[in-house]
C-alpha cells in the first residue's frame, strides 16, 4: 500500500527519434507512480527493458507496465537495464516525499541517469495500466 511518506515517479509515453526530439502524437500516457508498487526491472530483450509495478488494491488487478525500447548494446556496453534500474532506484530514494521525473517524453524531460540513453534510435516510453 503506498503511503504519504513514499516516492513517486512520473512517466509519460512517446518515442523519440532523431527527426525531432520527441513525438507528441506517440504521446498517449502520462503516469505517477508510487516506488511502494515496484515490481520489479526485466531485460525483456535485447532493445527492451520492462519496469512493472503492482495493480491497483484488488489481488486480479493486472500490473502497471512501463516499457522501455531502446538501442541494442548487449554486445558493446552492456544491456540498458543495467542504466534503467539505477535511474528507477535513485528516483526511489531520492529524499522523501519526492516526484521524481524519470521519462517524460511530452515535455522532453528526463531523470540525468536517462540522457546517456534516450538517444538511442527509437527510444520509446509505453505505459500499459490495468484500465
Known amino acids: 500500500m503506498s503511503s504519504i511518506k513514499d516516492n513517486y515517479l512520473l512517466f509519460t509515453g512517446g518515442t523519440r527519434s532523431s527527426a ?3 513525438d507528441r502524437s506517440a504521446s498517449g500516457a502520462f503516469i505517477i507512480l508510487p516506488c511502494s508498487k ?3 526491472v526485466e531485460a525483456t530483450s535485447d532493445t527492451t527493458t520492462t519496469v512493472a ?3 491497483g488494491t484488488n489481488k ?4 502497471t507496465i512501463v516499457k522501455f525500447t ?3 548494446t548487449t554486445t558493446t556496453s552492456g544491456h540498458r537495464i543495467k542504466i534503467i534500474a539505477k535511474v528507477i532506484a535513485e528516483g526511489c530514494n ?3 516525499h519526492a516526484m521524481v521525473t524519470i521519462a517524460d517524453l511530452y515535455n522532453d524531460k528526463f531523470h540525468q541517469g536517462l540522457y ?3 538517444d538511442d534510435p527509437g527510444f520509446e516510453v509505453t505505459i ?3 484500465s
Open 116 to 118: 546517456e540513453i534516450y
Open 20 to 22: 525531432s526530439p520527441f
Open 70 to 72: 531502446h538501442g541494442n
Open 53 to 55: 509495478f503492482e495493480g
Open 94 to 96: 531520492e529524499g522523501r
Open 38 to 40: 515496484l515490481a520489479g
Open 128 to 130: 500499459t495500466t490495468d
Open 60 to 63: 486480479q488487478d493486472a500490473p
